[in-house]
């Protein structure tokens, strides 16, 4: 199994920043993907960034495509979701996700961003 925690976020005002990490821990060997996803009040969950464990990939939804970057340090287990120019409508309940053969998926239990306007 693979544990994950989130940290790093809070309120901020619109145009401000945050960093959200993700460190993982457990048979973390066997990652080979991790990704964040969000959840607006009253919204379905929506991906955000995706990273392959080996750094060389990297996507994103086009609602943060320019203002948010996924990274990830190996040595330590961590994905960071770096986030730029924020809007109100980032506000939401952040969480990692990370991907293990087949087709297995754990879940971190979740962080909230609030940005005001």
């Known amino acids: 199994q693979v544990q994950l925690v989130e940290s790093g976020g809070g309120l901020v005002q619109a145009g401000g920043s945050l960093r959200l990490s993700c460190a993982a821990s457990?048979?973390?060997?066997?990652?080979?993907?991790m990704d964040w996803f969000r959840q607006a009040p009253g919204k379905e969950r929506e991906f955000v960034a995706t990273?392959?464990?080996?750094?060389?990939?990297?996507a994103y939804a086009d609602s943060v495509k320019g203002r948010f970057t996924i990274s990830r340090d190996g040595a330590k287990n961590t994905v960071y979701l770096q986030m730029n120019s924020l809007k109100p409508e980032d506000t939401a309940v952040y969480y990692c996700?990370?991907?293990?053969?087949?087709?297995?998926?754990?879940w971190g239990q979740g962080i909230q961003v609030t940005v005001s306007s």
């Open positions: 996700r990370a991907g293990v053969p087949v087709s297995v998926y754990y």
């Open positions: 990273i392959s464990w080996s750094g060389d990939n990297t």
């Open positions: 457990g048979r973390t060997f066997s990652m080979y993907v």
